[in-house]
Every structure is written in structure tokens, then in C-alpha cells.
């Protein structure tokens, strides 16, 4: 599986957007980029995910570059709920690789 | 929808003893993932099933895991005999079907084994 790098933590003030990158430079065309989220003493839960284009939910946003050897997590407003460690998965859809490998991910804190 | 329930959410068990983990997964689910996490070694997957049969064990640890999954709604992780270094949060997942779709997991079981 291609690897991803995430910085270890990061902070944000609470109301602030929030950028989280990924670094992928490993990855194939046909790996999908997956991002999950793990409140305090809960499972994971999925975010948001992309190929190619850059994407939007009502959690989050999800800028690909154009090489798509990065991708960035975008919380438009963060709050105190979206304290959680943030995982940036990659996945090939593709060949029936249905694995979620997760890393260390990114331990957000939001500052009050 | 009571999203995926796991069972039960906390066990204290004495080495040697046989413990057994549950999970129902969200009905019309295609597939069911077992993952453990520890500090050491994060978030890992044990084993998961499609449409009740198992796809790849690969992650299970040792002889002493297994994991059945009898029916669409039921699935369990056994350990027989636990250890010590078992000590974890057991998660339980399921997906609809193939592709992109995502996972949603359960509350987990903290097992702690002493």
C-alpha cells in the first residue's frame, strides 16, 4: 500500500479554519484518498474522500493537488467537537483492496 | 439506524480465561472488519468477512484469535486464552459494498486482561 505522512499534531483556535496535510507522493491513479476522524473514546468515523477533484461535504473540504501528491483536509470553521486525531488513508478501489490501513494520523487540539 | 453495536463495551478478565467480543453489524452491510488499537501499535485490522465469510485473516495475531460470523447480523472475536499484552480497544466496522463506500465503526470493547 502507498504510504502517507501526516504531522504528528497540530493547533488551531476554536472558529478558525483548520488545514490538515497529507503527504502522498507514492500513490497510484488508482488510489482514493480517504480521511477519518476519531473523537476521544470513539471509533473512527469517515470525513470525506476524492481521486482527482477537489471535494465538499458538510463536514470538511478536500483540496487535491494537482500532481496528487498531497491532499489537505479543510475544516472551514472549527469547533471544540472537531478535537480528534485525523487519519489520511489511501485505498485502490480498483484492484479489491478493501483494507483501511490507518497510520498515526494528526492529533488536532483546538484552542478555546 | 443504532449504527454498528459492539458487546460488550468493557471486559475485565483474568489471563487464561476465554473472552469472546460481539458485533451487529448495520443491516444491508456487505462486509464486517475487526480492528484492534493500542498505544504501541494504533489503530490495526484483524480480520474482516464478506457476506459472512472471511476474507483475509492476515492480521490476526496468533492461534488464540479467531472470528466467526455465523449470519448477516452477527459476528464475534474470540480469545481463548487471553493474555495480558491483549489488553485493547476492540473495534468492530461494516461497509455496505465494494468501492469507495465507507466504514462505520462501533463504540469498541476495552478489554483488559490481568
Known amino acids: 500500500d502507498a504510504k502517507t505522512t501526516q504531522p504528528n499534531s497540530m493547533e488551531s483556535n476554536e472558529e478558525e479554519p483548520v488545514h490538515l496535510p497529507c503527504n502522498h507522493s507514492t500513490i497510484s491513479g488508482t488510489d482514493y484518498i480517504h480521511w477519518y476522524r476519531q473523537l476521544p473514546s470513539q471509533g473512527p468515523e469517515y470525513v470525506i474522500h476524492g481521486l482527482t477533484s477537489n471535494v465538499n461535504n458538510r463536514m470538511a473540504s478536500l483540496a487535491i493537488a494537482e500532481d496528487r501528491k498531497s491532499s489537505t483536509l479543510i475544516l472551514h470553521r472549527a469547533t471544540l467537537r472537531d478535537a480528534a486525531v485525523y487519519y489520511c488513508i489511501l485505498r485502490d478501489v480498483d484492484f479489491g483492496n478493501e483494507k483501511l490501513t490507518f497510520g498515526t494520523g494528526t492529533r488536532l487540539t483546538i484552542i478555546p | 439506524d443504532a449504527g454498528v453495536i459492539q458487546s460488550p463495551r468493557h471486559e475485565v478478565t483474568e489471563m487464561g480465561q476465554e473472552v469472546t467480543l460481539r458485533c451487529k453489524p448495520i443491516s444491508g452491510h456487505d462486509y464486517l472488519f475487526w480492528y484492534r488499537q493500542t498505544m504501541m501499535r494504533g489503530l490495526e485490522l484483524l480480520i474482516y468477512?464478506?457476506?459472512?465469510?472471511?476474507?483475509?485473516d492476515s492480521g490476526m495475531p496468533e492461534d488464540r484469535f479467531s472470528a466467526k460470523m455465523p449470519n448477516a447480523s452477527f459476528s464475534t472475536l474470540k480469545i481463548q486464552p487471553s493474555e495480558p499484552r491483549d489488553s485493547a480497544v476492540y473495534f468492530c466496522a461494516s461497509r455496505a459494498g465494494t468501492g469507495w463506500y465507507e466504514q462505520y465503526f462501533g463504540p469498541g470493547t476495552r478489554l483488559t486482561v490481568t
Open positions: 468477512f464478506n457476506n459472512n465469510v472471511p476474507i483475509d
